[in-house]
């Protein structure tokens, strides 16, 4: 079903703005996705109607805001298809959710000569973590390659399987966005007795993601990509698996009780939800999910590859540029990122910022990837359900000036 992108964009107040006189062009998506009205209208009714602690209080309002929030964690499990709600942790983001099974599984299960396996297209945020965890440990840190197409080198990834405890690899690269097989590498991963570490970041906001089917044993995921207000998540994890874990954090609500010698842990998932959480951005986050379902995605993922496409074919009309990453449309999430002879993205992004445009300059966090690539830095442009085949052609208009002002 094709969408209908005009009525989409009425629904986020954002899209009108303008900045140095011109229409805002928000390419910028997989930073972080702009909010339906439905969102932030959610957010501000919860604290005019209904602001109360969660899981706390025994008055009706606090009452209210525990189920409304609670009701969350099921449309979580139904948005990815979870066995349980058990198997919900609510996060911050992807970062959290990573670092809590680094420390809650990663710590107590792995040993001095395991090995931890990543890719070098991995942001850090599913890098990091598996680096220090080797290095606490003593275990043994192997990052798979990239083919010259810039798809995952399946040779070199069974090859440094083997001995694997951990694997940890996204779902869509931030940077070039391959689309990885995470069923097959989930399921390569078991083969050789190790558990798989899914960072859902970039494929979760625009493709159906279904836990069951892939057979992960984690997957991570930040609601503000996906139409949530910052400070929203998810955790998944197999319930036998967290079960098994030691809490990441320790303090209020993740504790069944507390004596002077000793704690004892609440039950899943909220052993690993210490303290008190952001309420309005977890409500918010429910109702991003209803607006994404509603639209479907499905029709998300088929729009965002068409743009996708447009953009594929018109970067090419730049002198000087290249891009980074498969050239199918198909095998890549709604993001581009390029490099252009002798111009920092820095001085790129800078230019196309006079025209309105808002695209990612930088490592975009991923620096191994772009050592990998032989460039320091690069401009990334994303697009979404609300974005539309003229702004791309206003993106490619732009970079053409700019490539006219650094000759």
Same mark, same amino acid.
């Given at each position: 079903?094709?969408? /209908?992108?005009? +009525?989409?964009?009425?629904?986020?107040?954002?899209?009108?703005?303008?900045?140095?006189?011109?229409?805002?062009?928000?390419?910028?998506? *997989?930073?972080? !996705?702009?909010?339906?009205?439905?969102?932030?209208?959610?957010?501000?009714?919860?604290?005019?109607?209904?602001?109360?602690?969660?899981?706390? #209080?025994?008055?009706?309002?606090? &009452?209210?805001?525990? =189920?409304?929030? &609670?009701?969350?964690?099921?449309?979580?499990?139904?948005?990815?298809? *979870?066995?349980?709600?058990?198997?919900?942790?609510?996060?911050?983001? @992807?970062?959290?959710?990573?670092?809590?099974?680094?420390?809650?599984?990663?710590?107590?299960?792995?040993?001095?000569?395991?090995?931890?396996?990543?890719?070098?297209? $991995?942001?850090? !945020?599913?890098?990091?973590?598996?680096?220090?965890?080797?290095?606490?440990?003593?275990?043994?840190?192997?990052?798979?390659?990239?083919?010259? %197409?810039?798809?995952?080198?399946?040779?070199?990834?069974?090859?440094?399987?083997?001995?694997?405890?951990?694997? @940890?690899?996204?779902?869509?690269?931030?940077?070039?966005?391959?689309?990885?097989?995470? +069923?097959?590498?989930?399921?390569?991963?078991?083969?050789?007795?190790?558990?798989?570490?899914? /960072?859902?970041?970039?494929?979760?906001?625009?493709?159906?993601?279904?836990?069951?089917?892939?057979?992960?044993?984690?997957?991570?995921?930040?609601?503000?990509?996906?139409?949530?207000?910052?400070?929203?998540?998810?955790?998944?994890?197999?319930?036998?698996?967290? $079960?098994?874990?030691?809490?990441?954090?320790?303090?209020?609500?993740?504790? =069944?009780?507390?004596?002077? &010698?000793?704690?004892?842990?609440?039950?899943?998932?909220?052993?690993?939800?210490?303290?008190?959480?952001?309420?309005?951005?977890?409500?918010?986050? #429910?109702?991003?999910? /209803?607006?994404? &379902?509603?639209?479907?995605?499905?029709?998300?993922?088929?729009?965002?590859? #068409?743009?996708?496409?447009?953009?594929?074919?018109?970067?090419? %009309?730049?002198?000087?540029? $290249?891009?980074?990453?498969?050239?199918?449309?198909?095998?890549?999430?709604?993001?581009?990122?390029?490099?252009?002879?002798?111009?920092?993205?820095?001085?790129?992004?800078?230019?196309?910022?006079?025209?309105?445009?808002?695209?990612?300059?930088?490592?975009?966090?991923?620096?191994?990837?772009?050592?990998?690539?032989?460039?320091?830095?690069?401009?990334? @442009?994303?697009?979404?359900?609300?974005? +539309?085949?003229?702004?791309?052609? @206003?993106?490619?208009? !732009?970079?053409?000036?700019?490539?006219?002002?650094?000759?």
């Amino acid at each position: 079903m094709t969408l /209908d992108v005009e +009525k989409i964009r009425e629904d986020f107040p954002i899209l009108g703005k303008t900045v140095n006189g011109k229409k805002l062009v928000y390419l910028d998506s *997989a930073a972080t !996705s702009q909010k339906p009205a439905a969102v932030i209208d959610a957010v501000t009714d919860f604290y005019r109607n209904r602001n109360a602690n969660v899981a706390r #209080g025994l008055y009706s309002m606090a &009452e209210e805001a525990t =189920r409304e929030y &609670e009701e969350v964690r099921d449309k979580v499990q139904a948005f990815i298809n *979870a066995g349980s709600r058990e198997e919900i942790v609510f996060t911050k983001n @992807a970062t959290e959710g990573a670092n809590i099974v680094m420390r809650g599984w990663g710590e107590k299960f792995i040993r001095k000569g395991d090995r931890i396996v990543t890719t070098v297209m $991995e942001h850090h !945020s599913n890098f990091v973590p598996w680096q220090q965890l080797a290095l606490r440990t003593g275990a043994e840190f192997e990052m798979v390659d990239i083919t010259k %197409e810039c798809e995952l080198d399946w040779n070199d990834l069974e090859k440094k399987m083997k001995g694997a405890k951990l694997v @940890a690899v996204s779902a869509a690269s931030n940077v070039i966005g391959t689309l990885n097989d995470t +069923k097959k590498i989930c399921s390569l991963a078991h083969e050789y007795g190790a558990i798989c570490v899914i /960072d859902g970041a970039q494929s979760v906001p625009s493709m159906k993601t279904d836990v069951k089917s892939m057979d992960c044993d984690f997957l991570m995921f930040s609601g503000h990509k996906m139409l949530a207000p910052f400070g929203s998540g998810a955790l998944y994890g197999k319930q036998e698996l967290l $079960e098994s874990m030691d809490p990441f954090l320790y303090g209020s609500e993740m504790i =069944r009780s507390v004596r002077k &010698e000793k704690s004892e842990w609440n039950d899943l998932p909220f052993r690993f939800e210490s303290g008190t959480p952001d309420v309005s951005a977890v409500i918010g986050f #429910g109702v991003a999910m /209803d607006y994404l &379902e509603k639209v479907g995605l499905d029709n998300i993922r088929e729009h965002e590859m #068409g743009l996708t496409e447009h953009l594929l074919a018109r970067l090419p %009309e730049v002198e000087g540029l $290249e891009i980074l990453g498969p050239k199918d449309a198909g095998k890549r999430a709604g993001l581009v990122a390029f490099v252009m002879d002798g111009i920092h993205p820095h001085d790129i992004a800078a230019m196309l910022d006079s025209d309105a445009i808002c695209v990612r300059s930088g490592h975009h966090c991923a620096m191994p990837l772009h050592e990998r690539l032989g460039v320091s830095a690069s401009t990334r @442009a994303s697009v979404y359900l609300y974005n +539309k085949k003229d702004e791309i052609d @206003a993106l490619i208009e !732009s970079l053409k000036n700019v490539r006219n002002v650094f000759r």
